[in-house]
């Protein structure tokens, strides 16, 4: 058994000593589990309950509950494990470094910050002599990624908890509620050729010259489309952000491939965006596939939880007012399944990602005091 952390600080510095880059990005494929190993003794031996929500063969969601009350509502609250690559960082990674108020570190910002004060709120919660809600973290893996974690538990857990409230997804939002996001759909492109020695091109056919074509397509007829506006999430976008392809200098290639990222505003579609892409690629030989989409989030999807916060708001002082994000998070999939959402974590995103990345310890603490506070807040239907 690990030693127990005195402050919510120690916890956020013993996560962001496990290594838990997504493999994606070149980190272990078992280095989120065993963060999440670590959190489920540590919740264990506070009292908590535990349960471990398969996503793959090496893979798997911590749930960590209280003991259920009877007939009393759920509140959710959700933080991914994973973090992006380390290469690069200018101070300490895997280990919290202070400066002033900041705490250093790979993931302080996105997103261990937010999921170490919702566990120290959720243990401080566990001590109440009553309690109004039943109440629980689940700690994701491949945020960062694909959201396999999200989409899982969106597909197989959420429909366990009985008069769900909502979910908290912690993100870096400088505290404030963000209610609607943009979504992201990705994709491959590939352009087949024949390979050939270079010494005699013309017996070839480039498969990257083929990809020229596409490219052009994409810049040309589908990229200017992405301009639709939406009023809390900004505009829409699209880009071609990584080419591969040859194998040799003195090959003429026959694969290239390219990765595609577009991202929607609420109220646009899979469906619609594909028809562009189709249209824009028509007559050209390529192939399409490893299509993932993390849907738009409208704030319809958060408009009663939202409501719902906003006394807990006013008792710490901070703002109520609903923001919006140009990014996708896993709260997408959670709305998808009919959950209520809102993202709400310490931290800005300017911070996240970044060479230095911090948490400013002042946030860190009112963010363990707004998602108390939550907790004691009564379900509407009691009132």
Not at 42 to 65: H, K, M, Y
Not at 164 to 188: D, F, K, M, S
Not at 299 to 314: I, R, V
Not at 320 to 325: D, E, L, R
């Amino acid at each position: 058994m690990p030693e127990l952390p005195p402050t919510c600080e120690a916890l956020l510095a013993n996560m962001v000593a496990f290594n838990t880059v997504n493999p994606h990005f070149g980190g272990a494929v078992d280095g989120q589990s065993h963060l999440a190993e670590y959190l489920e003794q540590i919740a264990t031996a506070w009292g908590l309950q535990t349960r471990r929500c398969p996503v793959s063969e090496d893979a798997f969601n911590l749930l960590v509950t209280l003991p259920l009350v009877p007939g009393s509502p759920w509140l959710l609250f959700e933080s991914h494990l994973d973090t992006v690559s380390i290469e690069g960082m200018t101070v300490p990674a895997l280990r919290v470094t202070e400066a002033g108020s900041r705490l250093h570190g790979r993931g302080t910002c996105d997103t261990k910050g937010s999921g170490a004060a919702m566990l120290w709120a959720l243990k401080s919660y566990a001590s109440q002599p009553q309690r109004l809600l039943n109440a629980g973290i689940v700690f994701v893996v491949d945020e960062e990624s694909a959201m396999t974690g999200a989409q899982a538990f969106a597909a197989h857990e959420l429909k366990r908890f009985d008069a769900l409230i909502g979910i908290v997804v912690g993100e870096p939002t400088r505290l404030q509620p963000v209610v609607a996001h943009n979504g992201a759909l990705r994709w491959r492109t590939i352009t087949r050729g024949v390979a050939a020695h270079s010494a005699d091109p013309s017996k070839g056919r480039s498969a990257i010259r083929a990809m020229m074509d596409v490219i052009t397509a994409l810049e040309s007829k589908m990229i200017p489309l992405a301009v639709r506006k939406f009023p809390l999430t900004g505009r829409a976008a699209a880009s071609i952000n990584v080419i591969r392809g040859g194998s040799a200098v003195n090959i003429v290639p026959d694969y290239c491939e390219i990765l595609c990222d577009r991202r929607l505003v609420p109220g646009e579609t899979l469906a619609q965006v594909l028809a562009e892409r189709d249209q824009a690629l028509a007559g050209l030989a390529v192939e399409n596939d490893q299509e993932y989409l993390a849907p738009p989030l409208p704030p319809e999807n958060s408009a009663a939880l939202h409501g719902w916060m906003q006394p807990a708001f006013a008792k710490q002082g901070l703002s109520h007012s609903a923001v919006g994000a140009p990014y996708a998070t896993d709260a997408s999939h959670y709305a998808a399944a009919g959950a209520q959402v809102v993202v709400l974590g310490p931290g800005d995103l300017a911070q996240a990602h970044t060479r230095d990345e911090y948490l400013d310890r002042h946030e860190l603490a009112q963010a363990v005091a707004l998602y108390l506070e939550l907790l004691r807040t009564p379900d509407w239907r009691q009132k």
